[in-house]
């Protein structure tokens, strides 16, 4: 690496993003990008991936091209780019022939440090050979995880793209993710066509999240209480299983003073696209959504992700969950969880499309998943070690295993009482029946059920009156997780396993784990959060709170006059900066951390006239913010009018503009 290059990146570090230094491995992967290596980057999200590839598109010579899997955000994209001074563009089926051959004569002329492209459009000959027209500096694919056919967001359009190194020999690839195991890495790896890249594995921890998970019991009533107790005013996303749900669930909310918007595939493009528009450019908005929501969303105040369903793999749930506290700021991933969640997964398994090796591979997904919801360990440590990676402690302090370690207990016996009610029904009888009928025969219950088919004839009838009806179905549910009982047919009957005999034949201890009682405390501070954005303000001094909270409403203002999320103007973190220096200068102001020479020119003196309207002492109450005049407007975007419907489509065109899926992500009603 020479020093002329070098000077370079930490040059274009400084100048267009307003940081002094790289953080972790971004120094040595850009270096080697930039001295036209492969590499392959595994990075948690929010840990700087994006600058990865930036940075060397703008010290190479050419465009920078980005894969980028939905359409839908690359406006957004752009727009922080070009907020920086970066020459930024993107080419995708919501342009019209105009937009598109306008881009196209840009990027031709060398006018774009970076193009976005979706990788549906890699298909098309058309493209290929106006790249090949081109210099390109290097070629980005961005959630290269989509690659792998047993990933949590397989898309086949990514199969194609080790067209790129073929093609393009001599152009450096980088392919980033935050999520793999070491198997989807290999998979990367080889489905692209890179085997000769430098791996970069950062660590996969993200401290500033808080990990929980509750026994589901009246879950949108647990959730609300969570949001109004926990999260009052923040912004975050709630995953539910189906579309019905996400609906249901974002009505209860508002109707109990929160506000909230459903997200899923069945919403037609126009409300998909205002309610995407109004969560990234509104504070303390919440959205309800499926997995159709979230990907590549680069949202930094995100405060929390609560999930009321069960995801089918541990990648899926912390790709998910990731999209909280981008920031650093304190976040939590809350999950209510409960044995219907468990039935209904091993059913979706069994009835599902693919072949066996795709059920098992489906299965073992699952089986590390509910490992992590009733593991009595520390959840960061299990996640850390199903990625690859050794925990440094064992124990974080900040999960709900950690604040309060849940108690374990010998329930071999309830086990076998269990288990024994699952042979007599079959060996008696030869019926199969679900949990609800077993833990009523336990509990000695002539329901009319019991009664019809004379359960209460068995000489297991009763046995299990020592528990109560929600601890049945807690001992239910981590049988099924340790493998000791199994889920069958469309009905959800259970049924024994392999394993069930060691049990049943007294050669096997069975542990189990009690609810833990809820936390009390919270990363960055101790008690519940009450006051609206605490994570925003939290380490700032007393005095510098309403100098933040007027910079804040300036920032509000200005983003609502240009039509960008707030978070493009600038993130919450460079604001307490300002706040805690109170810069009188714009040479001082070119001293914060986040703020390039670019910003500076276009918001630097709006930033000290606020400042300056505050005088000497911050008053309780801050003036009205006034917008940056001078601040240039970008094309105009409406807040949340209905964008226009793609035109249609044929086989070789993009996806869903507002999804970019060929088809709809799978969702069950």
């Not at 080697?32 to 990075?43: E, K, N, P, R, W």
């Not at 609810?515 to 994570?535: I, L």
Request: charge should be negative; proline fraction near 6%; hydrophobic fraction near 40%.
């Amino acid at each position: 690496m020479s020093v002329t290059t070098e000077s370079a990146a930490q040059q274009t570090l400084h100048r267009v993003f307003g940081y002094e230094a790289f953080r972790g491995e971004q120094g040595a992967v850009i270096d080697h990008v930039v001295d036209g290596g492969d590499a392959v980057v595994l990075m948690p999200t929010g840990g700087g991936k994006s600058l990865c590839y930036q940075i060397p598109a703008l010290v190479r010579p050419g465009t920078g091209v980005v894969i980028s899997p939905l359409i839908a955000l690359m406006q957004d994209q752009v727009d922080a780019l070009r907020a920086l001074g970066v020459r930024a563009g993107f080419m995708n089926s919501t342009q019209d022939f105009d937009e598109r051959r306008s881009m196209e004569a840009q990027f031709l002329a060398g006018e774009l440090d970076v193009l976005y492209l979706a990788p549906e459009r890699l298909r098309l000959d058309s493209t290929l050979s106006l790249l090949a027209r081109g210099e390109i500096s290097v070629f980005a694919i961005d959630e290269a995880h989509c690659v792998a056919q047993w990933g949590h967001d397989f898309r086949p359009d990514y199969l194609a793209l080790s067209v790129l190194g073929e093609r393009w020999p001599g152009v450096p690839r980088i392919a980033l993710t935050a999520t793999a195991t070491d198997a989807t890495h290999q998979e990367i790896t080889q489905r692209l066509g890179m085997p000769e890249a430098r791996h970069f594995v950062a660590s996969f921890d993200r401290p500033n999240i808080q990990y929980r998970i509750v026994g589901k019991s009246d879950p949108k009533k647990q959730l609300l209480t969570f949001l109004k107790e926990e999260h009052a005013g923040d912004a975050g996303i709630v995953y539910c299983l189906s579309r019905n749900s996400t609906e249901k669930t974002a009505e209860y909310l508002c109707r109990n003073g929160i506000e909230a918007v459903p997200y899923h595939a069945g919403l037609d493009a126009s409300t998909r696209a205002a309610h995407q528009s109004r969560f990234l450019r509104e504070e303390g908005l919440v959205v309800v959504a499926t997995i159709a929501f979230g990907m590549g969303i680069d949202k930094p105040d995100v405060r929390f992700v609560a999930h009321l369903d069960l995801p089918k793999s541990v990648e899926g749930y912390y790709q998910e969950t990731g999209r909280a506290g981008r920031d650093g700021a304190p976040s939590t991933a809350w999950m209510a969880y409960g044995l219907q969640d468990v039935v209904q997964q091993r059913k979706l398994i069994q009835g599902g499309e693919g072949d066996e090796a795709f059920r098992r591979r489906a299965a073992s997904h699952l089986d590390s998943m509910l490992a992590l919801c009733e593991t009595v360990q520390c959840r960061r440590a299990q996640l850390l070690t199903y990625f690859g990676q050794e925990p440094g402690e064992q124990t974080c302090g900040n999960c709900d295993t950690c604040l309060s370690p849940p108690e374990t207990w010998d329930g071999t016996v309830v086990a076998q009482k269990l288990l024994s009610t699952v042979v007599r029904l079959k060996r008696e009888r030869n019926q199969k029946f679900g949990a609800g009928q077993i833990i009523d025969i336990l509990l000695g219950r002539r329901t009319a059920k019991v009664i019809q088919f004379d359960h209460d004839q068995l000489s297991v009838f009763g046995i299990g009156e020592e528990l109560a009806e929600a601890e049945w179905r807690g001992v239910v549910r981590q049988l099924l997780a340790q493998g000791l009982l199994a889920v069958e047919g469309e009905y959800g009957t259970l049924v024994l396993t392999e394993e069930s005999g060691s049990v049943l034949g007294r050669e096997r201890e069975v542990l189990l784990r009690k609810e833990p009682k809820r936390p009390t405390t919270r990363s960055g501070g101790s008690g519940e959060r009450k006051a609206k954005s605490a994570a925003a303000v939290a380490d700032l001094p007393a005095e510098a709170v309403p100098v933040f909270e007027a910079l804040r409403a300036w920032r509000g203002a200005t983003a609502k006059e240009l039509g960008l999320p707030a978070y493009v103007i600038f993130h919450d973190a460079t604001l307490r900066e300002i706040a805690a220096l109170r810069p009188a200068t714009l040479a001082e102001l070119g001293g914060v951390s986040g703020l390039g020479e670019k910003k500076l020119a276009t918001y630097g003196e709006g930033v000290l006239e606020v400042l300056a309207g505050l005088g000497d002492t911050a008053p309780d109450a801050a003036p009205e913010p006034q917008p940056q005049a001078s601040a240039p407007k970008p094309e105009p975007r409406p807040e949340a009018s209905p964008a226009p419907m793609p035109p249609a489509r044929t086989p070789v065109q993009d996806a869903d503009p507002e999804f970019g899926w060929d088809e709809e992500p799978p969702e069950f009603d």
